[in-house]
């Protein structure tokens, strides 16, 4: 079972055998999109179909986030429209500043979450905000 796949490049009377450059493109397509966003880099390195799907909107475009315009128009992109959702989903994989540095958010590669960070600074403490409770004490081990 298998051993005419192994057997791509070998040719018989009636022609060669299909090989995986033979499959549809929207087919490949079609399976990346239920795949996690790394295995769909792995496989686009494999031959020209699997790349070219790899880089197609409908694959990326399940891949973003519901909030990813949001996150889109916190960057200053002059053209955001004119980006493919792959390079959509790479920028976005880096962290945005918001709140004047306060905050950092990107997406999770290899799933595709949103990740928030709040630094310590930005955040309150409800009730005592008062300093004579409390005060900041550096630390050699922290950032």
Known sequence: MGANLSRVHESNEDGPYPGLADIPENCIAGI???????????????????????????????????????????LAISKPLSLSKKEIYALLCRPISLDNGTKEVWLDKATGGVCLSISARAMAITGIDDHRYWKWIPCDESR
């Not at 475009?61 to 990813?68: F, G, I, Q």
């Open 32 to 74: 990346f999109k239920h795949l996690s966003p790394i295995d769909i880099c792995k496989l686009a390195r494999l031959n020209r179909a699997f790349k070219g799907a790899a880089s197609c909107d409908y694959v990326w475009e399940h891949k973003l986030p519901v909030c990813y315009q949001e996150l889109l128009s916190e």
